[in-house]
């Protein structure tokens, strides 16, 4: 097909310049265009609407606390098969905990105690993080209580720190496994008792029907995945939507995935109590998985689909580059492209390895993140995971607007 020229999305500056929304031919008009430069323009000019130069960053941990999973799901090399006639698992101890050091990258399953992640959230929150990001397999033998448990031992051990923790597919689990069974509403409630401040947006991979059959049969659908949102935005929780491109789909059923979200949170923001604060395209990595036969997006894909998501979800504020999936340099050129979020310092992801030469142990400094967003010609914002403003000096952070503050030492090992 011959590539799209500016001239001829005029129409669609015209209803971006309006508030949007954009229709699925507007969004596969926009992926079938080479006219990169004119996308990365439509696309910044949403962001810059919005946050003008703003580009945020956060100091934030993620844990993954089990890679064991009951699903197989075509697109994930994170999971691994719970080992038969396992014994149960002490819940504040070591002694069942397999691959306790999970930099080390050796293929095996693991899973961590509440101690374990306690020490590790405890750690970056000595050192200044404002966030734990907690998710993992749908372990076969965790009871419900492990997941309160674990929230409750966190918000004790780090009172300010936000809990971002736990994707639909696992609130789905947790439902089912709870004794007596709990509704989805009653889970999220337990939870943010036990100090849950938010969801992730991850699970939701791509909206369509087709796609969940060939990549993702055995999980949940769209359908239950936004019960779980729309349940949270009701009861005041806010959350973040992901998207997973680059294996099985077409570039329609990625656009009819971001209009969905879009639409969606049209209703969250009607009721007023929470929505989604950012959509997250995730690039598919294919390395481990059982469709490592395919390529996986390649970086102008990867552009044109951050450019996209902006331009089709107008009204959800963010969109998030994460560098471990787009790589950082990829993620410093989309600030320019619709962008305006680079995620954070992150230091172990066990999901995707991609930087780290194979190792989970995946850094940036605060000081990289901000290097990469004045290079991009951005102004760095540390902002928290509602996208509030950090006030920092050396020892102490506050939250814009709350009356306190946390003292931290960035130097303590
Ligand atoms: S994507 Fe999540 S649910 Fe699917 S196999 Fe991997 S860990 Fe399990």
Known sequence: MAATTGQQFRDIRDKLDAGGPLTLEDGVRLYESRDIHTLGELANSIRERLHGRRAYYN?????????????????????????????????????????????????????????????????????????????????????????????????????????????????????????????????????????????????????????????????????????????????????????????????????????????HQKESLRSGKAHFNCVVPLSFVPEGSELSHLPGPSGLDDLKTLAISRMMCPNIPHIKAFWIMQTPKLAQVSLNWGVDDIDGTVVYYDITKREGGGTTRQELTVDKLRRLIVEAGCRPVERDSLYRPVIRDETTWQIEGQSWSVTYSPNRA
Not at 110 to 126: C, F, N, P, Q
Not at 146 to 165: L, Q, S, V
Not at 182 to 188: A, D, K, P, Q, R
Not at 215 to 224: H, P, S, Y
Request: net charge neutral.
């Open 59 to 263: 100091f934030n941990l993620h844990i993954n606390y089990t890679n064991y999973c009951v699903l197989r799901c075509k697109f994930c090399s994170f999971h691994r098969p719970y080992p038969k006639g396992a014994a149960g698992f002490s819940l504040r101890g070591h002694s069942k905990q397999k691959n306790i050091d999970s930099s080390v990258h050796d293929n095996a399953g693991y899973e961590l105690s509440i101690d374990e992640i306690v020490t590790r959230a405890k750690g970056v929150y000595a050192r200044g993080a404002t966030e734990v990001h907690i998710t993992g397999g749908l372990h076969p033998a965790l009871p419900f209580s492990y997941y309160t448990d674990m929230c409750k031992a966190i918000r004790e051990a780090c009172p300010h720190i936000h809990i971002k923790a736990f994707t639909a597919i696992e609130i789905i689990h947790f439902a089912r496994i709870s004794k007596p069974r709990l509704s989805i509403g009653e889970v999220l409630t337990r939870l943010r008792e036990a100090g849950l401040s938010s969801l992730p947006g991850g699970g939701a991979e791509i909206f369509d029907d087709r796609v969940h059959d060939e990549a993702f049969k055995t999980k949940v659908g769209e359908a239950e995945w936004f019960d779980v949102h729309r349940t949270a935005h009701e009861l005041g929780i806010f959350t973040n939507a992901t998207m997973l491109y680059g294996h099985v789909e077409t570039p329609a059923e990625r656009i009819q995935h971001l209009i969905k979200l879009s639409e």
